[in-house]
């Protein structure tokens, strides 16, 4: 089968949540299909284009559009605000695709739905979406953060226009794939003839390997992710003013690290703190992962599943998550992680399991069990090669030119 793959940004390396699961799902689609993958690129992603053609038939980047700033910024999002439109369509990335579609394709697979207006009009071409998260159900979570009318009108805008696009859904594609039970129910609640199906978050089980924690632990607090992501850079700015404080009054000794790439302007601030490293980019978070006392996930916004906790789980790591941090994830709290919303009880819990290394072991077996049984790429990819015979309405042929 020939497939066309639309990605909002270039998935090599696949590290960070976003990557990770792009890259692993153009992966399996290659294993048994002729593969072309347009990609969105950023300056330095040119590097990476060799890796893709290992596995693709044709690999093409598009300069990815500049961010827009000042007045036009506002002209821009005020006009989207009038249209309830999500996504701005660049019409050199629109002609690219059009060009694209003429050599013909059995499905267009969209990662990412920024991509969506670019084959919004296609037609004779079935066509799926992978949704990483739900956006209307997130940004439900932002609103109740915003403390000014401006920060809850901007979340009120994103809102309406994210309701505007899951209720489009049927409408523009033929499926859509989804991370966790949690977001089908609730897409199927907004659109019951949408045609969904699970296809779940993972890892590779044989990279993310337990190893043994140093002695003594350093007492060390690990956080990972993208960090111009803005759910991650609230999730630390959160745990450095309301949490670690109280960590540390019990732990002096204790060090926070956040382990990402991109760092902004407020994260940048925290540099300053002798009890705070950012490591920026970083080719491994393993080694980082491994001199973990806890991994620390106090994520307040976002949907989805998260990464993040399965790589912690994978190498035998207690993990202190908030519920939004663990959504969708089928860990029982108390025995795979522990799960703390109020700062108090979040760094208690911190606090507690530091202080327990026999706790902290069998966590992390109990955490490592789940992840080999149940979020093995292996594993949860398995339904995506039904998923796509089913909406193509053909059986499996062909394979990736490399």
Known sequence: MRILVLTSVVPYPPHGGGHARMYAVLRHLCRDHTVDLISLARPGDLIHREALERL??????????????GLRRWVTGLKN????????????????????????YDLIQVENAYMMPYVASVEGVPKTLDIFG????????????????AGRLRVIAAWLKAKRVERSLSRLFDAVYVVSEVDRAYLSAID?????????????????VPAPEPSPPPDHLVF???MDYTANEDAVLFFHRDILPQIERRLPEIRFWVVGRDPGPQLATLAGDPRVTLTGAVDDVRPYLARATVVVVPMRLGSGTRIKIMEA????????STRAGAEGLRVVPGRHLVVADDPHA?????VRLAQDPAERQRLGREGRALVEAEYDWRVV??????AVDEVAGRPRVGACAR
């Open 56 to 69: 693709c038939r044709r690999v093409t980047f598009l300069p990815a559009p500049p961010g827009r700033a």
């Open 81 to 104: 605000l009038v249209l309830l439109r999500a996504y701005e369509s660049d019409p050199g990335i629109a002609r690219a695709v059009t060009e694209h579609l003429a050599a013909g």
């Open 134 to 149: 739900t956006w209307a159900a997130g940004v439900r979570r932002d609103l109740a953060l915003q403390e000014s009318l």
């Open 192 to 208: 019951p003839h949408l045609r969904i199906y699970v296809v779940s978050n993972g890892l590779d089980t044989d990279h993310f």
């Open 224 to 226: 990972t992710g993208a």
């Open 313 to 320: 789980l994978a190498m035998g790591k207690a993990v202190v």
């Open 346 to 350: 979040f760094a208690a819990e911190v």
């Open 381 to 386: 990819l398995a339904p995506l090669s039904q």
